[in-house]
């Protein structure tokens, strides 16, 4: 088990020396960093100012043996009541530049898709509409493949560069990782999934190709999508957003409904009245309440319906 107090010096030394001493902080609270307020202590979270440093942080641990949980903006993520062991690396203000150039839109991993697509719309590019309500970073959306309304981000990515970690070089291992861009072909994108996940890539920026556009028009568009989310999610609450994938040929929130279980609670995690797909934090839920609720809800569905919902929120940490 990692914990701070086990780190070699030198290791908080080097990370520092990566990324900025001021951007080194121990035993930080996830709570803090993720929607649904939930989350123990991780043993160290660096926050990299630049692409380069955050590269330098994760050859750090990589070479140093430390276990890495990159975040984003924490929008699909439930951690364990004990925190996480290890650095997180945390992807989000401190990377989330985005700019325009000609109809493209280049994008740091920690820039929310909200502001990508403001910053497109602003410029007269269309595309991204469908994306702009989902609470999650550029890094976060290309690791899941993340969508709503029938869009995706497959639909306008164009190409990510991110961090390939080490691995076998001939007769040795390579600790060291490399930086290199995907293009969208090669990125194995399908729903809620991508080779940036299976593979253990992490996303440094991305590229979005976008069709000229009228600005009012795009803007119209992205209200009536706000609009929607606000008359049928729970967006007041504290929630990791639709906790289950769809399963084939149904609708998780339905499936749930039917089964009885609108308002079910375990502790403070409580299926969402306004929307069954969401469990949301009531308010000092934990994240063993969460995964209880979820088994629960799980149990119930294939039960009644013989069907298995999977869990869209990814589930890290110590519980």
């Known amino acids: 088990m990692y914990e701070y107090d ?7 030394c080097t990370l520092a020396a990566a990324v ?19 989350g123990g202590p991780a043993d160290v979270l660096v926050t990299p100012r630049t692409e380069e440093a ?29 925190g996480i062991r290890g650095v997180v690396v945390l992807m989000r203000d401190n990377l989330s530049k ?7 839109v280049i994008a740091q991993a920690g820039a929310l898709l909200k502001d990508v697509a403001i910053a497109a719309a602003d410029a007269g590019l269309s595309g991204m509409e469908p994306l702009w309500g989902i609470p999650a970073t550029v890094g976060g959306a290309c690791f899941m493949n993340a969508g709503a309304y029938d869009g995706c981000t497959g639909d306008v990515l164009e190409s990510v560069c991110a961090y390939v970690p080490g691995g076998p070089d001939g007769d040795h291992a390579r600790l060291k990782g490399t930086v290199r861009t995907f293009s969208r072909d090669e990125l194995g ?5 991508s080779r940036v996940a299976s593979d253990g890539l992490v996303v440094l920026s991305a590229t979005f190709a976008l069709a000229p556009g009228n ?33 084939e040929g149904y609708f998780a929130g339905k499936l749930i409904m039917d089964a009885g279980l609108r308002g079910a609670s375990v502790g403070g995690a409580q299926v969402s009245t306004k929307h069954c797909g969401f469990v949301v934090n009531t308010g000092g839920a934990t994240a063993a309440d969460v995964r209880e ?4 809800v799980q149990d119930e569905v294939r039960d009644q319906f013989g069907v298995e919902l999977e869990p869209e929120v990814r589930m890290v940490g110590e519980f």
Not at 56 to 70: E, H, K, Y
Not at 293 to 296: Q, V
């Open 54 to 82: 955050a590269a330098r942080a994760l050859d750090v641990c990589a070479i140093a043996g430390v276990p890495v949980t990159v975040v984003g903006n924490g929008s699909d993520l439930l951690v364990g009541d004990r």
């Open 189 to 193: 994108l399908g729903y809620r999934k």
């Open 293 to 296: 609720l979820i088994k629960h």
């Open 215 to 247: 600005s009012a028009q795009i803007r119209a568009a992205m209200d009536d999508y706000a609009r929607r989310r606000e008359e049928k999610q729970p967006l007041d609450m504290p929630s990791a957003g639709s906790t289950f994938k769809r399963p």
């Open 6 to 12: 086990s780190f070699n010096e030198d290791v908080i």
């Open 98 to 104: 985005a700019r325009v150039e000609g109809t493209r």
């Open 20 to 38: 900025g001493e001021d951007e080194v902080a121990m035993v930080e609270p996830m709570s803090a960093h993720t929607t649904f307020k939930i």
